[in-house]
C-alpha cells in the first residue's frame, strides 16, 4: 500500500492530537492518584439516567452501522465490533436505565453483571482490529450471535440474582473489591489493545471509522483507570469514568454519522459515474460512431466538400461531450470543487456564442456532497433544456441563500411554454426527481414567449 505524503501529515498530526488528550487524561488520573481526598462519585441519579441513555444509543448506533457493513462486506471484524457494542447497549438499557425508569431500587446482581458484560464488550472488541478473514451465510451468523448474545445476558443476569449472598459493587467486601478491580484493569487493557489495534488499522486503510473508534478506545483507556482505583461505587451515582465514557460514546456517535455520510455519498457517486457512462454510450460514442463512418465513407471514395464538414462537426460535438462527461466525473468524485467545475462546465457549454450565461455561486450557501452532484447536474440539465429546446440567447444561474434557505435558480429568456404542460418533458421530470433525492422543492415559472424559471429550494 502506498501513501501519500499529505496522507502522512494528517496521520501525524492526528497522532500528535491523540498523544497530547492522552497526556492531558494521564495527568488528570495522577491528581486523583496523588490526592485521594478529592470526591470521586456524586449522588445524581437522574444525570446518571441521561449519562447511560447516551451510552446505550451511543454503542447501540455502532453496533447497527458494524451489523451492516458485516451483512455487506462479510468481514469478522465487522461482527466484533456489532457484537460487543450490542452487548454495551443492552447491559445499559437493561441493568440501569431499566430499573432506573421503573423507579425500582437496583439489585447487587445488576452491578455485577453490567462489570461482567462491560469487561466482556471490551474483550470482543479489542479482537476486532486484529481479526481477518471472512464468514459466510452473515445475515444468518449476525442474527445468531445477536440472539445468542441477548440470551447470554439474560442468564447471566438471573444467576447473579439467584446468589443470595452476593455483595453490592457499591460496597464490596475484600475479597468481591479485588474481582471489581481485577475486572476494571481487565477492561483498560483490553481498551488499550482496541486503541492500539484501530489506530493501526486506520493508518492502513484511513477508514474515518476506525479512527473514531481509536479516539474512543483511548478514552475508555482511561475510564476503565479511574474505575480501578475508585472501584466502589452505586449505580446512581455519577463519577469521573461516567463522563470519559459518554465522551468517548459522543465520539462514536459522531463516526457513525460521518460513516454514514460517507455511505451516502458513496452510493452518490457510484450511481454519478453510472449515469455519465450511460451518457458517455448514448452520446460521445455515438459521435465517434459516426466519425468512424463518415471516414470510411471518405476513404471509399465519398464527397469530400460533403463528409469532411460532417466529419468536422461530429468532432467537435464529440470533443464538448467529453468535456461535459470529465466535468461531471470530477465534481461527483470530488476531485474538483463544486464551483470549478460548475464554472468550467458553463465556459464549456457557452464557447459557441450561442447562449450567455451568468453564473453567482454565494458561498454562504454551502452544499453538501450529495447535493452537489444533484445540483450540478440540476443547472446542466435547465441550461441543456434552454439552449436546445427553448431557443434562449441567455440564461442566470444563481445559488444563493435568502431569508435562512438555500435556493438554487436557473432562469432563461426563451420561448417558454404551457405550464399544463410541464410533466411531458423529459428534462423537467429528471429535474423534479433529482431535486427530491436531496430532500428539495421544484417550483416551475413559465409562459409562452415569457421564458422559464426553475427554482430549487434545498433541504
Known amino acids: 500500500m502506498i501513501v501519500r505524503r499529505d496522507d502522512r501529515d494528517a496521520y501525524q498530526t492526528w497522532l500528535s492530537g491523540e498523544l497530547l488528550v492522552a497526556g492531558l487524561l494521564g495527568a488528570s488520573l495522577a491528581l486523583f492518584l496523588a490526592y485521594p481526598s478529592l470526591p470521586t462519585s456524586y449522588a445524581l441519579p437522574h444525570l446518571r439516567l441521561v449519562l447511560a441513555t447516551v451510552i446505550a444509543l451511543g454503542a447501540g448506533s455502532v453496533a447497527v452501522l458494524a451489523g451492516a457493513r458485516f451483512g455487506a462486506e462479510g468481514r469478522r471484524s465487522g461482527l466484533l465490533v456489532a457484537c460487543g457494542f450490542f452487548v454495551v447497549a443492552l447491559a445499559n438499557s437493561a441493568f440501569v436505565v431499566a430499573p432506573a425508569v421503573a423507579e425500582a431500587e437496583t439489585p447487587a446482581s445488576a452491578g455485577w453483571a453490567a462489570v461482567v458484560a462491560g469487561t466482556f464488550a471490551a474483550v470482543c472488541i479489542a479482537a476486532a482490529p486484529f481479526s481477518h478473514g471472512r464468514v459466510a451465510r452473515r445475515e444468518r451468523v449476525l442474527g445468531g450471535w445477536i440472539a445468542f448474545l441477548g440470551g447470554a445476558v439474560g442468564l447471566l443476569w438471573l444467576t447473579l440474582a439467584g446468589l443470595d449472598s452476593l455483595p453490592s459493587v457499591a460496597d464490596p467486601a475484600p ?61 446512581d451515582e455519577v463519577a469521573q469514568a461516567d463522563f470519559l465514557r459518554v465522551l468517548a460514546f459522543v465520539v462514536l456517535i459522531r463516526g457513525v454519522w460521518r460513516a454514514i455520510r460517507a455511505a451516502e455519498l458513496g452510493r452518490a457517486v457510484a450511481d454519478e459515474r453510472a449515469r455519465v457512462a450511460r451518457e458517455i454510450h448514448d452520446g460521445l460514442a455515438q459521435y465517434l460512431f459516426s466519425i468512424s463512418t463518415q471516414a470510411a465513407m471518405l476513404q471509399s471514395g465519398g464527397s469530400p466538400d460533403t463528409l469532411v464538414p460532417q466529419i468536422r462537426e461530429a468532432a467537435a460535438a464529440a470533443q464538448r461531450e467529453a468535456r461535459f462527461a470529465i466535468l461531471a466525473l470530477s ?11 460548475l464554472r468550467r462546465y458553463v465556459d464549456v457549454l457557452t464557447a459557441d456564442g450561442a447562449l450567455d450565461v451568468e ?7 454551502h452544499l453538501e456532497p450529495d447535493e452537489q ?77 415569457a421564458g422559464t424559471s426553475v427554482e430549487i429550494a434545498l433541504r
Do not use: C, M
Not at 376 to 389: D, G, M, S, T
Open 175 to 235: 475479597d468481591a473489591r479485588a474481582a471489581l478491580i481485577a475486572a476494571y484493569a481487565a477492561q483498560a487493557l483490553a481498551w488499550l489493545v482496541a486503541a492500539v489495534g484501530f489506530r493501526l488499522r486506520f493508518r492502513r486503510s484511513g477508514v474515518d471509522l476506525d479512527r473514531s473508534l481509536a479516539v474512543a478506545a483511548s478514552l475508555l483507556v482511561f475510564s476503565s483507570l479511574h474505575l480501578v482505583l475508585h472501584p466502589a461505587a452505586d449505580l
Open 331 to 341: 465534481a461527483a468524485g470530488g476531485s474538483t470543487p463544486f464551483d470549478t467545475a
Open 359 to 365: 453564473l453567482e455561486i454565494d458561498e454562504s450557501a
Open 373 to 449: 452532484i444533484e445540483v450540478f447536474r440540476i443547472v446542466q440539465e435547465a441550461l441543456a433544456n434552454a439552449r436546445k429546446h427553448a431557443s434562449a440567447t441567455r440564461a442566470d444561474v444563481r445559488i444563493a441563500e435568502r431569508g435562512g434557505r438555500r435556493l438554487v435558480t436557473i432562469a432563461d429568456d426563451g420561448e417558454g411554454f404551457d405550464d399544463a404542460s410541464a410533466s411531458t418533458g423529459q428534462g423537467l421530470r429528471n429535474i423534479r426527481a433529482r431535486a427530491a433525492v436531496i430532500g428539495g422543492s421544484f417550483v416551475l415559472h413559465t409562459a409562452p414567449g
